[in-house]
């Protein structure tokens, strides 16, 4: 049965190759299991396990009505902040700044629902970054403000602010967005994204031996992340034309900038989480870290990739 405003037919078919792709994905790491036993079968798999959950949850906020589509993607992005939050110490003087924090969550997603790009844009980049301070202020507690502000405005930014793009996606009109709307665009960008997360650990697993920021990801390498990058710009190229409305030399380049992204956003999280001293944001999903750890890829990717859309594709600059 289809949803009153029916998804295009290409959304639910490129939905069925990614499922396609993980089951084969499990499959061989299932055999991998038992002829190549150690870590780094244990950590592939990991990782397609992880591409499953994004996917998935994904695939529901795509698929279903988008106000829902919407609200779910808020809630994700609202775990995201609270798992942040949950890291960092705060001072009790700050304690209604944060219910406010909080509450930037539906105004964000609400800007994107209805896709008003300069509320959306200045919400929490301007406003919410003055007041913020301004109350804290206010509160009369000087002693940890820098940090206070520090810690929260950027929290704010590297979680609410950057995955409410994908929202921002989702509302993007068809006419700009290509034959599967939106949601193909959202589509794109969150398998590309987990696609080239996987293929960069696979390349430097084979043969990775140089690594590019040893002190924050002792396991990444410059094979694996050229691997990951030219894996990834050849999947967007095959997608592009049937998901987005780009011509395959533009989806080339814009799988490209989500790889690159990608991996930025990894690592940022990774530093910031290597300076607390934990390994995972969270328990939520056993054996496999919280929903920050799933997302961090996506911290840089979808305001990147969003932003390139807008500013080159959507305004008809190429």
Same mark, same amino acid.
């Given at each position: 049965?289809?949803? &009153?405003?029916? =998804?295009?037919?290409?959304?639910?078919?490129?939905? +069925?190759?990614?499922?396609?792709?993980?089951?084969?994905?499990?499959?061989?790491?299932?055999?991998?299991?038992?002829?190549?036993?150690?870590? %780094?079968?244990?950590?592939?798999?990991?990782?397609?396990?992880?591409?499953?959950?994004?996917?998935?949850?994904?695939a529901i906020a795509i698929v279903t009505n988008r106000i829902v589509s919407t609200v779910f993607l808020a809630?994700?992005?609202?775990?995201?902040?609270?798992?942040? =939050?949950?890291?960092? &110490?705060?001072?009790?003087?700050?304690?209604?700044?944060?219910?406010?924090?909080?509450?930037?969550? &539906?105004?964000?997603?609400?800007f994107a629902h209805r896709n008003e790009y300069g509320h959306f844009l200045t919400f929490i980049p301007v406003w919410t970054?003055?007041?913020?301070?301004?109350?804290?202020?206010? +509160? %009369?507690?000087?002693?940890?403000?820098?940090?206070?502000?520090?810690?929260?405005?950027?929290?704010?930014?590297?979680?609410?602010?950057?995955?409410?793009?994908?929202?921002?996606?989702?509302?993007?009109?068809?006419?700009?967005?290509?034959?599967?709307? %939106?949601?193909?665009?959202?589509?794109?960008l969150v398998a590309l994204t987990q696609f080239n997360d996987v293929a960069q650990f696979t390349w430097g697993k084979l043969f990775g031996k140089h690594k590019i920021v040893p002190?924050?990801? &002792?396991?990444?390498?410059?094979?694996?992340?050229?691997?990951?990058l030219s894996s990834t710009i050849i999947a967007a190229a095959v997608a592009g034309p049937f998901l987005t409305s780009m011509p395959f030399y533009y989806a080339a380049v814009a799988g490209g900038i989500i790889a690159i992204a990608g991996f930025l956003g990894d690592i940022t999280i990774s530093a910031f989480k290597r300076d607390l001293g934990v390994k995972d944001s969270g328990g939520l999903i056993p054996g496999h870290g919280g929903i920050l750890d799933r997302v961090d890829s996506l911290t840089y990717a979808a305001p990147v990739f969003y932003h390139a859309m807008h500013f080159f594709v959507f305004s008809g600059r190429v």
């Amino acid at each position: 049965m289809r949803i &009153p405003d029916a =998804l295009p037919d290409n959304v639910f078919y490129a939905i +069925a190759v990614i499922y396609g792709l993980l089951v084969i994905a499990s499959i061989a790491v299932a055999v991998m299991k038992r002829t190549r036993p150690g870590e %780094g079968t244990a950590e592939l798999s990991r990782r397609v396990t992880s591409w499953w959950f994004m996917i998935t949850i994904f695939a529901i906020a795509i698929v279903t009505n988008r106000i829902v589509s919407t609200v779910f993607l808020a809630f994700v992005t609202f775990l995201a902040f609270k798992e942040y =939050l949950s890291l960092i &110490p705060t001072r009790r003087v700050d304690r209604l700044i944060l219910l406010f924090a909080y509450w930037t969550i &539906p105004f964000q997603f609400y800007f994107a629902h209805r896709n008003e790009y300069g509320h959306f844009l200045t919400f929490i980049p301007v406003w919410t970054f003055l007041f913020i301070p301004m109350a804290m202020t206010l +509160a %009369g507690k000087t002693e940890g403000f820098l940090r206070a502000v520090g810690t929260i405005s950027w929290g704010l930014m590297i979680t609410v602010f950057a995955l409410s793009h994908t929202a921002m996606l989702l509302s993007t009109d068809k006419a700009l967005a290509g034959p599967a709307g %939106g949601a193909g665009l959202l589509l794109f960008l969150v398998a590309l994204t987990q696609f080239n997360d996987v293929a960069q650990f696979t390349w430097g697993k084979l043969f990775g031996k140089h690594k590019i920021v040893p002190k924050v990801s &002792p396991k990444k390498t410059w094979e694996g992340f050229i691997g990951g990058l030219s894996s990834t710009i050849i999947a967007a190229a095959v997608a592009g034309p049937f998901l987005t409305s780009m011509p395959f030399y533009y989806a080339a380049v814009a799988g490209g900038i989500i790889a690159i992204a990608g991996f930025l956003g990894d690592i940022t999280i990774s530093a910031f989480k290597r300076d607390l001293g934990v390994k995972d944001s969270g328990g939520l999903i056993p054996g496999h870290g919280g929903i920050l750890d799933r997302v961090d890829s996506l911290t840089y990717a979808a305001p990147v990739f969003y932003h390139a859309m807008h500013f080159f594709v959507f305004s008809g600059r190429v």
